[in-house]
């Protein structure tokens, strides 16, 4: 049965960096598009991430381009996502989630955040001064 778990959150200055991590138990990762969605407090949760099976392509929303970098570590059935230059508008529960697409592998580039079965309890990243 797969389970998601998210860690790294916490409390950060504004222009500071975390690197949250999503690990994936129960099932061979390598057949997972996996993603990271936010929602922050009255908003709606919103795709922020994604990254293909093989770590290629990935893809983010606009206002995190150039600030966040996700990776996978397949062997350790790990997904990261490094976020840089922090803004208090980054203030959200961060989740991880994963999409089938099976042993012959997947690319999240088509409907990046959309069709997500399986969902870590998220993590907390509160940007604040």
């Known amino acids: 049965q797969l389970q998601l778990v998210e860690s790294g959150g916490g409390l950060v200055q504004p222009g500071g960096s975390l690197r949250l991590s999503c690990s994936v138990f129960?099932?061979?990762?390598?057949?997972?598009?996996i993603g990271w969605f936010r929602q922050a407090p009255g908003k709606e949760r919103e795709g922020v991430s994604c990254?293909?099976?093989?770590?290629?392509?990935?893809n983010y929303v606009d206002s995190v381009k150039g600030r966040f970098t996700i990776s996978r570590d397949n062997a350790k059935s790990t997904v990261y996502l490094q976020m840089n230059n922090l803004k208090p508008e980054d203030t959200a529960i961060y989740s991880c989630?994963?999409?089938?697409?099976?042993?012959?592998?997947?690319?999240?580039?088509?409907?990046?955040?959309?069709?997500?079965?399986?969902w870590g309890q998220g993590t907390q990243v509160t940007v604040s001064s």
């Open positions: 129960g099932v061979t990762m390598d057949y997972y598009v």
């Open positions: 989630a994963a999409r089938f697409v099976g042993p012959a592998g997947g690319s999240c580039s088509n409907s990046p955040y959309s069709q997500y079965n399986d």
């Open positions: 990254i293909s099976t093989s770590g290629s392509p990935t």
